[in-house]
């Protein structure tokens, strides 16, 4: 049923006699002729026992001959329809991919209980954020979408992930979407075949394959819409292809179909763009030896970049550098193939880590000038996934030593970054194992004391079991400091570097230069910098604003020229616009050649610091440098 049918229903629920079918039109708006259409689609759907839902009469008009019913019909269309933007967002794709014709954005509208005026604004946002390689064809309140097989079935994937939101892994929710096809069976088939092959595929990924390979399967059972070897540039391994068609094979016996050959070709090319190599060591010097020169040289030019603007030194990680390399060789072999890599937890690194967002955003996009490639949103939130894990590693002391298990399907960096939280208990803890969800059997035999997992799962071990987030919440972190230590970690010491004398609040400058040569000057009559310092931080803004977004500046010198390392503090009235960011906090740091590796730990404390959009609006409105340390220090 549409809107506009569940209204009538609605309507002649709440009357206690007939209702004549001209007073049915006015109340919908429409012409007694349509009241009679609408009526008659109800009656053959709906009625039972051969007793019509709406008992009709010439004379008296029409009346409902089950309340009841009626009223269950009407709560079950209301929960069926989409309740915020997100999910009309995804019910409008959905229509628009599974349709060859137009869709009528005024039926959208009935069907959805909204008005016109919001289906618009839907459309707006689906151009903007879902319309990469395909667009809207509109005809007055028609819309066609057009494009590429290969954009159209991307799209798709992403639009069923969405609407799966935490069970993305649950093969059995997708059901509904294809017609014949058994997404476990094609599952089963995809997993028995790589298994000889050394290759490693993500939870993720294997979801994302075995989604397209679904849709693949259906698509050629229905024989509508076979993808073009025009549609993309064929770059995969002979090993790919001799999956791909092992794949095919076992899907055309278990279905009785033949797929196209560009079809068997597309499927080596989602192999390729989704594999990841196993490493037998994640040493270093071993990378180094049996990795290609071009990407050891292609990461240490971007963690270079990042000290450079940052002042935040990852070079020396062999961690960050190992697993940066990997998915830097990954990800250029991915984005060359035309392959996409769905993130599911973008959204949570964006909000949970803004500034570190902004740092792999800053990353992405220098690799994308050296390789002349575009990098998506998602691509970035995997990037920062790296850098957090990396910022995150400490040190501990205990010989209390637990096993910890970590199950978390979204691939190798999300459990990286779990793992990285751990370093600080790394005296707790005798041996980290990762498990994927098709590893499961193997967890009993690793014994664990913990478990961390990030999909909501039943586990039957003796063991604790912590659900939780790859970034580790404050509630979390709190579950684990219990589990690890007798009390809380002591807080972090960067006011140190803070002095109430360089501590101004409420100022009322609109330009960033304004703001700079105020605390240059403040640094200049306390003796700190020279009289010319606000040329060396200008010199630094002149490269790339120092603005990380948060409402954060953190202007920064080209030369370390101060006499001792301190941080001028500046808060304003109102935020300005800085480089491509709003900012309202400004430190402006004085660097003195004392010591890289404190500024470097410095910078690591600020950026856990203020991550976070509540603490960050707590700090700025501090009226009393007391009070600005106490919030910085919580």
């Given at each position: 049923m549409n809107g506009r049918q569940v209204e009538l229903l609605k309507?002649?629920?709440?009357?206690?006699?007939?209702?004549?079918?001209n007073v049915l039109a006015n109340h919908l708006g429409v012409?007694?002729?349509?009241?009679?259409?609408?009526?008659?689609?109800?009656?053959?759907?709906?009625?039972?026992?051969?007793?019509?839902?709406?008992?009709?009469?010439?004379?008296?008009?029409?009346?409902l001959s089950e309340k009841q019913f009626a009223n269950i019909l009407i709560q079950q269309q209301y929960s069926l329809v989409p309740s915020n933007a997100d999910e009309r967002i995804t019910y409008i794709l959905k229509k628009l991919l599974y349709s060859s014709e137009t869709i009528n954005l005024f039926d959208v509208a009935d069907e959805l209980f909204v008005s016109e005026s919001t289906i618009e604004k839907d459309i707006q946002r689906i151009k903007l954020q879902y319309l990469i390689d395909l667009e809207l064809e509109r005809q007055d309140n028609q819309v066609l979408l057009l494009g590429n097989e290969?954009?159209?079935?991307?799209?798709l994937v992403r639009v069923l992930l969405n609407e799966a939101k935490g069970n993305i892994f649950d093969t059995v929710l997708y059901s509904k979407f294809f017609n014949?096809?058994?997404?476990?069976?094609?599952?089963?088939?995809?997993?028995?075949?790589?298994?000889?092959?050394?290759?490693?595929?993500?939870?993720?990924?294997?979801?994302?394959?075995?989604?397209?390979?679904?849709?693949?399967?259906?698509?050629?059972?229905?024989?509508?819409h076979p993808i073009s070897i025009s549609e993309f540039s064929v770059q995969y391994d002979e090993e790919d292809f001799m999956?791909?068609?092992?794949?095919?094979?076992?899907i055309s016996q278990l279905y009785d179909i033949a797929f196209p050959q560009p079809e068997i070709n597309y499927m080596a090319l989602l192999i390729a763009s989704k594999k990841t190599l196993h490493y037998k060591s994640r040493l270093r010097n071993e990378i180094e030896k049996n990795t290609n020169i071009f990407y050891l040289n292609l990461t240490k030019q971007l963690l270079t970049s990042i000290y450079e603007k940052?002042?935040?030194?990852?070079?020396?990680?062999?961690?960050?550098?190992v697993g940066l390399c990997m998915h830097i060789k990954e990800l250029h072999n991915r984005v060359n193939r035309g392959g996409t890599l769905r993130n599911p937890i973008l959204e949570e690194t964006k909000k949970t880590f803004p500034l570190i967002y902004e740092m792999a955003k800053f990353v992405g996009n220098q690799f994308g000038k050296l390789v002349n490639?575009?990098?998506?949103?998602?691509?970035?939130?995997?990037?920062?996934?790296?850098?957090?894990?990396?910022?995150?590693?400490?040190?501990?002391?205990?010989?209390?030593?637990?096993?910890?298990?970590i199950i978390c399907p979204t691939g190798f960096a999300s459990s990286q970054l779990i793992k990285a939280k751990l370093q600080k208990y790394a005296d707790y803890i005798e041996e980290i194992g990762f498990f994927s969800l098709n590893e499961m059997e193997q967890l009993p035999l690793f014994k664990p004391d913990l478990v961390l997992t990030t999909i909501d799962m039943e586990i039957n071990i003796p063991c604790r079991i912590l659900?939780?987030?790859?970034?580790?919440?404050?509630?979390?972190?709190k579950q684990l400091s219990d589990f690890f230590l007798d009390k809380s970690e002591n807080m972090k010491e960067s006011k140190k570097y803070f002095k109430e004398s360089l501590f101004f609040n409420h100022l009322d400058f609109s330009t960033p230069d304004q703001v700079i040569e105020f605390l240059c000057k403040q640094l200049y009559k306390q003796h700190y910098v020279p009289v010319d310092y606000v040329h060396y931080i200008k010199k630094r803004e002149a490269i790339s604003p120092t603005s990380f977004g948060n409402l954060l500046a953190l202007p920064h010198p080209s030369d370390k020229v101060a006499s001792q390392t301190i941080i001028s503090v500046g808060i304003l009235e109102k935020p300005i616009q800085w480089g491509m960011q709003q900012v309202q906090l400004i430190l402006l740091f004085a660097l003195a050649n004392d010591g890289k590796e404190l500024h470097d730990h410095l910078f690591r404390d600020l950026i856990s610091l203020l991550e976070k959009p509540s603490k960050m609006k707590n700090i700025i409105r501090a009226n009393y440098f007391t009070q600005f340390l106490e919030e910085l220090s919580k």
């Open positions: 309507f002649l629920s709440k009357q206690i006699d007939w209702t004549k079918g012409s007694v002729r349509t009241v009679r259409n609408d009526i008659q689609m109800i009656n053959t759907h709906f009625s039972k026992e051969q007793k019509e839902l709406i008992t009709s009469s010439k004379q008296n008009g029409y009346m290969k954009s159209k079935r991307s799209l014949k096809v058994n997404l476990q069976d094609i599952k089963e088939i995809l997993l028995k075949i790589i298994h000889p092959y050394e290759i490693h595929l993500t939870d993720m990924a294997i979801m994302n394959i075995v989604l397209h390979l679904a849709i693949i399967t259906d698509k050629t059972i229905l024989n509508e999956m791909a068609n092992e794949i095919s094979d076992a940052f002042l935040i030194d990852f070079r020396k990680d062999d961690e960050l550098f490639q575009e990098l998506s949103e998602d691509e970035f939130g995997l990037i920062a996934l790296h850098l957090c894990a990396s910022l995150e590693r400490t040190a501990s002391n205990n010989t209390n030593k637990k096993k910890v298990a659900l939780v987030s790859p970034f580790i919440t404050d509630n979390q972190e």
